[in-house]
Each structure stands twice: as structure tokens, then as C-alpha cells.
């Protein structure tokens, strides 16, 4: 099993830069996927981007290619979401998820943190 806890949120402008990170608990987070997703007031949950364990392959949700990195420091336990250029319809609550397959649904992930929020002015 494995415990999340997200981390960085906050306000921002637009245009402006938030790096999100995820702290992991627990010896095995190696050998898990990691994600993240994030769910607007009214929307439902939607990806945003995918690390396979070893970080050897990433997935990015179309609306967010180009403006989000996510990467991990398997040293360290934790999983990162770097956003430049942040847009309005950014803001969001946004989780990380932990899987052992690599999947682009929430539902294909098994450990969940609390989420940050994440407000983006215009």
C-alpha cells in the first residue's frame, strides 16, 4: 500500500509557473505508475499526465501538451508536475495517483492523495 500527499498548489496569473509535487510513503513506490489528475468545481476527474516507474515513458492529456512536465525521484519518493503558461481553465483541485500499470482513466489507479488546489487569475 501506498499513502500520497500533494503538495505546491496555490494562486496564480495567468501565464505564470506552479510545480506540484507528490510524496509517496512507503518502499515500493518504484514499482508503481504514478499520475496525476485533476477535477474542476462541476467537472468530472480528468487526466493531465502519466509516468511509467522507471519515468521511461510519459503521457500528457492533450489540453496540457507542451505547458506541463511530469517527472520522479524514485531516491526520493516523490512525483512532480512542473506548469508553465497556466491558463484560467487550469484551476482545479488536482491528485496524484498510484497504479502498477500505467493508465490514462482514473479508474485504473488504485491509491489516491488528498489534492491541491490549484487557482489560475486571469
Known amino acids: 500500500q501506498v499513502q500520497l500527499v500533494e503538495s505546491g498548489g496555490g494562486l496564480v496569473q495567468a501565464g505564470g509557473s506552479l510545480r506540484l509535487s507528490c510524496a509517496a510513503s512507503g518502499r515500493t513506490f518504484s514499482s508503481y505508475a504514478m499520475a496525476w489528475f485533476r477535477q474542476a468545481p462541476g467537472k468530472e476527474r480528468e487526466f493531465v499526465a502519466a509516468?511509467?516507474?522507471?519515468?521511461?515513458?510519459?503521457d500528457y492529456a492533450d489540453s496540457v501538451k507542451g505547458r506541463v512536465t511530469i517527472s520522479r525521484d524514485n531516491a526520493k519518493n516523490t512525483v512532480y508536475l512542473q506548469m508553465s503558461r497556466l491558463k484560467p481553465e487550469d484551476t482545479a483541485v488536482y491528485y496524484c495517483?498510484?497504479?502498477?500499470?500505467?493508465?490514462?482513466?482514473?479508474?485504473?489507479?488504485?491509491?489516491w492523495g488528498q489534492g491541491t488546489q490549484v487557482t489560475v487569475s486571469s
Open positions: 495517483a498510484a497504479s502498477y500499470q500505467l493508465s490514462v482513466v482514473p479508474t485504473g489507479y488504485d491509491y
Open positions: 509516468i511509467s516507474w522507471s519515468g521511461g515513458r510519459t
